[in-house]
């Protein structure tokens, strides 16, 4: 059997731990869920009414942030998880073990990519019940899926150097909330037009906002301009930090 073979039979088989622990302890799968659907609701209902959003319905104008916010949610369960497991000495012990370096933190990326991806389908559920309709045709959906999958990539990367870094959940936990915070600060409840002209230099400008802009086209059917290629470079660029940061921290721990 191949290098490559024996490393896609390992990573297939820590992701079934992943997915095994996930089903043991669902809460973090649920408030996945819960958290961007009560955001929804409080949203869509408490204070749509205030927000001008160009003659767009504030609930189409709401979807993508509500997905991005998602995606943010996902750092620090992936996070925790990863420290969990190196404050444990999981990784120390698989270290010793015949088993290919790459195959836990790929175990734990993709694990936290389907479960990200099944909570954002169900909260799209949630928002079709709502009322929510999208004008995309298959094309753009496709355009959707694709950018979706891209950034919750780049987010489990980057949430599993975040958890390595820092080692301790506690930590991982701290360190992964400045990106529940930074949704509120891009275009994904409000235009940032409305935001003060000292605050737009970074709002409008953050990859926050471009991804969001981008879905928001795609998912309405509107011209989304340079939105989508700087959203896909955002994108493809986190997930090479996350890859090279994971690495350096997974290496200095087998130093130590």
């Given at each position: 059997?191949?290098?490559?073979?024996?490393?896609?039979?390992?990573?297939?088989?820590?992701?079934?731990?992943?997915?095994?622990?996930?089903?043991?302890?669902?809460?973090?799968?649920?408030?996945?869920?819960?958290?961007?659907?009560?955001?929804?609701?409080?949203?869509?209902?408490?204070?749509?009414?205030?927000?001008?959003?160009?003659?767009?319905r504030y609930l189409d104008y709401l979807i993508p942030g509500i997905i991005m916010m998602g995606a943010c949610y996902s750092v620090s369960a992936t996070a925790v998880s990863v420290a969990t497991d190196a404050s444990e000495g999981i990784i120390d012990r698989f270290r010793t073990m015949a088993v290919a370096r790459s195959a836990l933190m790929t175990g734990h990326v993709v694990g936290s990519l389907l479960r990200s991806l099944f909570g954002t389908s169900l909260v799209v559920l949630v928002a079709l019940a709502l009322g929510y309709r999208p004008t995309s045709d298959p094309l753009r959906w496709l355009a959707v899926a694709g950018l979706v999958t891209l950034l919750l990539f780049a987010i489990a990367w980057l949430a599993a150097a975040i958890g390595l870094a820092t080692g301790n959940a506690t930590g991982a936990a701290s360190a992964s909330a400045i990106f529940q915070i930074l949704p509120f600060l891009s275009g994904a409840f409000v235009p940032t037009e409305t935001m003060p002209g000292w605050l737009q230099a970074f709002t409008a400008n953050q990859p926050m906002t471009h991804i969001v802009a981008a879905l928001r086209g795609l998912l309405n059917d509107a011209p989304v301009g340079d939105h989508a290629w700087i959203a896909?470079?955002?994108?493809?660029?986190?997930?090479?930090?996350?890859?090279?940061?994971?690495?350096?921290?997974?290496?200095?721990?087998?130093t130590r």
């Open positions: 059997m191949s290098a490559l073979a024996y490393a896609l039979t390992d990573s297939s088989t820590m992701l079934r731990r992943v997915l095994r622990h996930t089903t043991r302890n669902p809460s973090t799968l649920i408030m996945s869920i819960l958290l961007p659907g009560v955001l929804l609701l409080l949203l869509n209902y408490g204070f749509g009414g205030a927000i001008e959003t160009g003659g767009v896909v470079a955002w994108c493809a660029g986190t997930a090479l930090l996350g890859v090279l940061w994971a690495r350096s921290a997974y290496n200095r721990r087998a």
